[in-house]
């Protein structure tokens, strides 16, 4: 029974985010609980692309967890008000991390060992790669190179 930490802006809530709840959900089977993270609207406005508001981001995954789970997991969703949110505190046996937000992790794991917290063990999930052998990216999705699967947008 383990608790699972996942965090993003998950605009889009393509492929690319999809594995990494996929992943957070295999690690939190039988009891455990997964707890995403969702930046917050005055995080995500610092990003490179215009994103959609917080409770629709939000909403998004909510409809993805419901409909692929049906509430076959505990989940619980909130706000991200900073890179690290609850992890530099709770007690996670897991955060899943992207290549992008992997240094995040470190640096939470850096914070928890010097006030005495057990580490998180963290887990990598590659980039995904759309057609063009090019991550698939929110960013990427916004400018209609591909779409939300990865598939080119010709």
């Known amino acids: 029974m383990?608790?699972?930490?996942?965090?993003?802006?998950?605009?889009?809530?393509?492929?690319?985010?999809?594995?990494?709840?996929?992943?957070?959900?295999?690690?939190?089977?039988?009891?455990?609980?997964?707890?995403?993270?969702?930046?917050?609207?005055?995080?995500?406005?610092?990003?490179?692309?215009n994103v959609s508001g917080y409770h629709i981001r939000k909403n998004n995954i909510i409809h993805y967890m419901n409909t692929k789970y049906a509430g076959n997991i505990n989940y619980r969703i909130f706000e991200l008000n900073n890179s690290f949110g609850p992890a530099i505190e709770y007690d996670y046996d897991y955060i899943v991390v992207s290549p992008e937000t992997y240094n995040n992790a470190l640096k939470i794991n850096e914070f928890r060992k010097k006030n005495g917290l057990n580490l998180i063990k963290i887990i990598q999930i590659n980039y995904i790669l759309a057609e063009d052998g090019k991550p698939i990216s929110s960013t990427r999705i916004k400018k209609g190179i591909i779409d939300s699967n990865g598939k080119l947008i010709l």
């Open 2 to 49: 383990s608790t699972v930490a996942v965090g993003g802006t998950f605009e889009y809530l393509h492929y690319g985010h999809k594995k990494l709840l996929e992943k957070a959900v295999e690690l939190a089977t039988s009891g455990g609980e997964v707890h995403i993270g969702v930046t917050s609207d005055k995080m995500a406005n610092n990003s490179k692309i």
